[in-house]
């Protein structure tokens, strides 16, 4: 007999798919035969380093690795976390009480609000935002409040127009530089505002560094550990995903505040038990191996950001120039939303690009489209978009 299902709560106040109709659209599309280009998704299309892949393939062949991890690292993964922090940020970290591997960052960021945040507690998020740290927060009751990143504030926020009374309240702040969605970067200043902010209103500041090592320019970008006392109040969460193609092998760490770290820590011996000690062997090659790689991506990416960028000004697109990530952010013609552009691009080129406010209301007004396809087939989108009339 069958019986009734009833999803929890925390499920059923799930927002409704924003990208159900885009879906929808696409598969369309498809059947009709179109080749689509897909600009939506943010997974590198380039392979992991050849050196990595075979560290996995020695380690995977060593039964020790077989066995349960820690759930904290291998000790010698937090010293080569450590020693990546120490040489690209020029900051001590602990790697026994100011480190931790994780699952992906995402797994990190989603259990910070499990181990810090109760029913009622106000979480400061960027809006547009990666949208674990809204989820995240809904999720163990928390409520989110959502900090406008604006064009004319450089899409940072502006934290001293959060209101007195939502920043007494606030119990978390997340930020994220070079940030997903806008590709804007953050400055050492302004990472030292914000944890003056965080100290003022003891509040717990969260930094998602997920593209520190992808940006432009040779502008490379700052940790929040940089800042004085950023140790006593921040952690910083970093993944191998982006700077080396390793998306799909889900690792990552945090680094920062030791009571940050215990807590995250705490949840952690009680959800998952660590990553893969191959994966973990092979994440090692990668922070202490020939951080080249790095740089021939950082040159990759470059290009494709100049055709991107100046084939959407050439044809009348307002589009700032991305500081770091691998996205581009564009305003929408005059006239025009976000989801109603994406549409029309998707219906008439072929072409998947994402709505702004897929990532929060302030999204309104801008679409996101991604650099990792090659530049030819950028160059491809470039010239179908030539014969949209807006
Ligand atoms: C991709 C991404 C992550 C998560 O990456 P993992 O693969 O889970 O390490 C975190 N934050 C942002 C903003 C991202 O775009």
């Given amino acids: 007999m069958a019986i009734q299902i009833k999803k929890a709560a925390r499920i059923r106040q799930l927002p409704p798919y924003l990208f159900a109709e885009i879906d929808r659209l696409k598969k369309?599309?498809?059947?009709?035969?179109?080749?689509?280009?897909?600009?939506?998704?943010?997974?590198?299309?380039?392979?992991?380093?050849a050196h990595i892949v075979q560290e996995l393939s020695r380690a995977a062949a060593e039964p020790a690795n077989h066995r349960y991890p820690?759930?904290?690292?291998?000790?010698?993964?937090?010293?080569?976390?450590?020693?990546?922090?120490?040489?690209?940020?020029?900051?001590?970290?602990?790697?026994?009480?100011?480190?931790?591997?994780?699952?992906?960052?995402?797994?990190?960021?989603?259990?910070?609000?499990?181990?810090?945040?109760?029913?009622?507690?106000?979480?400061?998020?960027?809006?547009?935002g990666y949208p674990v740290?809204?989820?995240?927060?809904c999720f163990n009751g928390g409520v989110p409040y959502p900090m406008a990143l604006r064009r004319e504030n450089g899409f940072l926020p502006d934290l001293e127009a959060i209101p007195p009374d939502v920043a007494r309240r606030a119990k978390l702040l997340w930020l994220n530089y070079p940030n997903n969605p806008t590709a804007s970067a953050a400055?050492?200043?302004?990472?030292?505002?914000?944890?003056?902010?965080?100290?003022?209103?003891?509040?717990?500041?969260?930094?998602?560094?997920?593209?520190?090592?992808?940006y432009y320019d040779g502008l490379r970008p700052p940790s929040i550990l940089e800042v004085d006392g950023a140790r006593e109040v921040a952690i910083e969460f970093h993944s191998l995903s982006k700077t080396y193609n390793m998306t799909g092998w889900r690792v990552g760490f945090a680094v920062g505040n030791a009571e940050l770290i215990g807590g995250l820590g705490q949840v952690k011996t009680n959800v998952d038990s660590g990553v893969f000690k191959a994966v973990q062997k092979a994440a090692i090659a990668a922070l202490d191996g020939d951080q080249g790689v790095v740089e021939r991506l950082r040159a990759t990416y470059a290009e494709r950001r100049e055709v991107l960028v100046n084939g959407l000004r050439e044809i009348g697109f307002d589009c700032p120039l991305p500081a770091g990530t691998f996205y581009v952010w564009t305003a929408v013609p005059p006239g025009h939303t976000a989801s109603s552009t994406t549409k029309r691009i998707l219906e008439e080129t072929g072409i998947v690009t994402t709505p702004g406010t897929g990532f929060g209301a302030a999204g309104e007004g801008y679409i996101r489209l991604t650099l990792t396809s090659d530049t030819a087939r950028l160059a491809e989108a470039v010239e179908r978009l030539r014969l949209l009339r807006f």
């Fill in 28 to 49: 369309e599309a498809v059947a009709r035969g179109v080749d689509i280009i897909n600009l939506g998704v943010g997974d590198p299309d380039m392979p992991t380093p």
């Fill in 70 to 128: 820690d759930y904290e690292g291998l000790e010698s993964f937090r010293r080569a976390v450590s020693g990546w922090v120490s040489r690209r940020f020029g900051v001590r970290v602990d790697p026994d009480t100011e480190t931790i591997s994780l699952i992906g960052s995402k797994e990190g960021i989603a259990n910070m609000a499990v181990a810090f945040i109760d029913p009622g507690d106000v979480v400061l998020v960027p809006d547009p």
């Fill in 133 to 137: 740290y809204h989820v995240g927060t």
């Fill in 187 to 214: 400055s050492r200043e302004f990472f030292s505002d914000a944890v003056r902010f965080a100290e003022r209103h003891n509040i717990i500041m969260c930094h998602d560094a997920a593209y520190i090592d992808i």
